[in-house]
Antibody, heavy 115, light 107 residues
Framework: DVQLVESGGGLVQPGGSLRLSCDAS????????MNWVRQAPGKGLEWLGD????????SYADSVRGRFTISRDNDKNLLYLQMHSLRVNDTALYYC????????WGPGTLVTVSS | SFELTQPPSVSVSPGQTASITCSGN??????TAWYQQRPGQSPILVIF???KRPSGIPERFSGSKSGNTARLTISGAHVDDEGDFYC??????????FGGGTKLTVL
């Protein structure tokens, strides 16, 4: 079965950094583009960016470009989201999502940015 | 900028047909997908490429599109179909967007 499990969330102060990981299993990570999507408490879904199968092409939403970096390690079946200069409004549940069809979602990891 | 507009809420009685719309400039030229998010759960894909249903999704879920408006139809809604529904499209090869979400109530 396809499984995506995010980790690395937690409480961080404004201006701080955090790195999220997504452990993929049940499929070959190298066969799929991968996405990060977040959901602020009580709000809708926001696409943050995606990374191509090889990691050569990466795209970002305007709201995080220059602060967040997506990377992957296909050999370890891991996807990453490095977040810098975190703001209060980055507080959200962060999902790792497979493919341009967004066909499988992890349970998410909660990031809280607060002083 | 490209935006997808959904009604905030839709309410139907069990067994009735629920219809949720998603409108956006140039949506006619983009594939639309739909996701269901039950309370406290992650979203699941229920429709992709406008009208395709993933395996395991009940036949009562269907998708269509006319011009710049996509529609998710749930024929004979069940109580456990309740939740938030989001449409999604790729604005370009490098940017995806979700609609604001529609809360479906079945009671």
């Amino acid at each position: 079965d396809v499984q995506l499990v995010e980790s690395g969330g937690g409480l961080v102060q404004p201006g701080g950094s955090l790195r999220l990981s997504c452990d993929a299993s049940g499929f070959s990570l190298s066969d799929y583009t991968m996405n990060w999507v977040r959901q602020a408490p009580g709000k809708g879904l926001e696409w943050l960016g995606d990374i191509s199968r090889t990691g050569y092409t990466i795209s970002y939403a305007d709201s995080v470009r220059g602060r967040f970096t997506i990377s992957r390690d296909n050999d370890k079946n891991l996807l990453y989201l490095q977040m810098h200069s975190l703001r209060v409004n980055d507080t959200a549940l962060y999902y790792c999502v497979r493919d341009g069809l967004f066909d499988y979602w992890g349970p998410g990891t909660l990031v809280t940015v607060s002083s | 900028s490209f935006e997808l507009t959904q009604p905030p809420s839709v309410s139907v009685s069990p067994g009735q047909t629920a219809s949720i719309t998603c409108s956006g400039n140039n949506l006619a030229n983009q594939y639309t997908a739909w996701y269901q998010q039950r309370p406290g759960q992650s979203p699941i894909l229920v429709i992709f490429k406008n009208d395709k249903r993933p395996s395991g999704i009940p036949e009562r879920f269907s998708g269509s599109k006319s011009g710049n408006t996509a529609r998710l139809t749930i024929s004979g809604a069940h109580v456990d179909d309740e939740g938030d529904f989001y449409c999604q499209a790729w604005e370009s090869a490098a940017a995806s967007i979700f609609g604001g979400g529609t809360k479906l109530t079945v009671l």
